[in-house]
């Protein structure tokens, strides 16, 4: 009984050092004052009135929505298909090329950035929106590949070779069949790819230009230039939206969990 409250305490108070930072910038965003800092003096709303002016905020978060947008629909598209083929294939070469495909989740973005600049800047892709979805895409489809290739190591290939003696082809087999029971991996994938565009921002710096700022990069403008407490606001309402993200996957799960076993049963 003792360990059990004991791993309960440990469990809260890694909760509290992981998220304490996230959350001690809430209170500051509703501060009177001018200046980041404690104790708060009074209370306002003018940091979120400020946070909701469409230049330069909104401009910057529509940016990075339509950014995010793109990401999301090829990263997704892009790691469902790699993730099926590396685990349909039993080549010998499939572990080198799931390494491969996963590298820019380990290569420093810095690394990443610079080397996508001087290829864009060949192919005229710098300072556009094109050259940002693309570059995301690289950066959201490695985790769209491991959500969904751990999806698909239950998946039950006996399922495809009834639908196919049906007569159905391999499209309308995996549309009517796997796409269904792995939904929860592509959904999940889908969320990594749109979060991990929403919050990038070495690469946008080296492939970005003035009209294609993202709100991260406008964060990083906003703190290096002058520190205005409208940052804070605007951090708040991405916490906020992150978390209705989580929540909205984890219900997505729960329900596509009791589906299952309803057909089982």
């Known amino acids: 009984m003792k360990l059990h409250h004991g791993l309960y305490i440990y469990g809260a108070a890694m909760m509290v050092f992981l998220v304490g930072p996230i ?68 080549s010998r070469a499939r572990s080198a090329l799931l390494a491969f495909i996963v590298s820019p989740m380990i290569v420093p973005s810095v690394v990443s950035g610079v080397g996508m600049f001087f290829l864009f800047a060949r192919m005229g892709l710098n300072a556009s929106y094109a050259g940002l979805i693309l570059a995301h895409t690289v950066l959201g489809t490695p985790f769209v590949v491991v959500t969904v290739a751990a999806t698909l190591q239950n998946f039950d290939r006996n399922l495809l070779r009834a639908a196919s003696s049906l ?66 606001a605007m951090s708040t309402l991405l916490i906020l939206a992150t978390v209705a993200l989580v929540l909205a996957l984890a219900f997505i799960s729960r329900v596509q969990s009791r589906l299952r076993s309803t057909v089982q049963e």
């Open 167 to 232: 007569g159905a082809s391999p499209v309308v087999a995996f549309f009517t069949v796997t796409l269904p029971i792995i939904s929860s991996g592509v959904i999940a994938g889908a969320l990594f790819a749109f979060v991990i565009s929403l919050d990038e921002i070495i690469v946008a710096l080296f492939i970005g230009g003035p009209a294609h700022r993202t709100l991260p990069r406008q964060m990083f403008d906003g703190i290096r230039d002058n520190i205005d407490p409208s940052i804070l």
């Open 23 to 90: 959350l001690a910038i809430v209170p500051i965003s509703f501060s009177g004052s001018g200046f980041l800092s404690y104790p708060i003096s009074d209370l306002t709303l003018r940091w979120y009135a400020r946070a909701l002016q469409p230049v330069p905020w909104l401009t910057a978060l529509k940016n990075s929505l339509i950014v995010a947008s793109g990401t999301t629909v090829l990263a997704t598209v892009l790691g469902t298909l790699a993730a099926l083929g590396l685990t349909q294939s039993a």
